[in-house]
């Protein structure tokens, strides 16, 4: 009997073990699949980064000649439609895939893209002065943490957007990030940024708003009101 319990104790013990070892595999297995795909989607994010950098610098020297102006205003209502979409999809990937291991590679990403959206809102107020366009420019300061509400704000900006389409021009910043980065923290404290979501229209700073609230703030700033107005 002795003998029988030391057998079933041993392949019970190696079974355990064999388990163990297995699970270790696997999870190296994952693991190093879920960093390949990491690291290619970064370097396709950096690809679209650069891109949009290149496409800023283009811009700046067509918006040079006055006679470019619709050119300018188009090609830059395209990039940041972009920069949402690519925004979004940083966000997406990291909260489908758990990645806290890589989340500060993440991070540096989400700063670019969003030092990229400051220096197309810098611009947009550039052609804006130089060529009036009709068209209204919205900072959203949101956080995803700690804000009920910032999803429903997006939404209904999101909703605006697809309405108004080129009328409006939203600069989606992440509060998050402003620990790391010094020119949202100016922002920031220029506009008096203290909860979020916070929207700033035409230089004044507003709580959560609902689309018939932001529809009242920017329908004014139009000299051709659209349809929605």
Not at 133 to 146: E, G, H, K, R
Not at 175 to 192: F, H, P, T
Request: net charge negative.
């Amino acid at each position: 009997m002795r003998v029988i319990h030391k057998k079933q104790h041993l392949i019970a013990i190696s079974l355990a073990l064999i388990f163990f070892i297995i699970g270790i595999l696997l999870g190296n297995l994952i693991d190093n699949e879920r960093v390949d795909k990491v690291t290619e989607i970064n370097n396709i994010h950096k690809l679209d980064y650069e891109s949009l950098q290149l496409q800023y610098i283009y811009l700046e020297s067509v918006l040079a000649d006055f006679e470019n102006c619709d050119a300018a205003e188009q090609a830059l209502n395209e990039n940041i439609n972009d920069l949402v979409v690519i925004t979004n999809k940083i966000d997406g990937y990291i909260e489908s895939q758990n990645l806290i291991s890589n989340s500060e590679e993440f991070k540096l990403l989400k700063r670019e893209y969003t030092l990229t959206q400051l220096r197309y809102w810098l611009l947009a107020k550039k052609i804006n002065d130089k060529c009036s366009t009709d068209s209204v420019s919205l900072l959203y300061f949101y956080s995803n943490d700690n804000c009920d509400s910032c999803e429903k704000q997006g939404f209904v900006l999101s909703s605006l957007k697809k309405e108004l389409n080129e009328k409006l021009l939203n600069f989606v910043i992440d509060l998050d990030l402003a620990e790391d980065e010094a020119m949202i923290r100016i922002l920031q404290n220029s506009y008096g940024i203290s909860s979020v979501p916070s929207l700033v229209i035409n230089d004044k700073v507003y709580g959560e708003m609902n689309k018939e609230d932001i529809l009242e703030k920017v329908c004014p700033l139009y000299e051709e009101k659209p349809l929605i107005c």
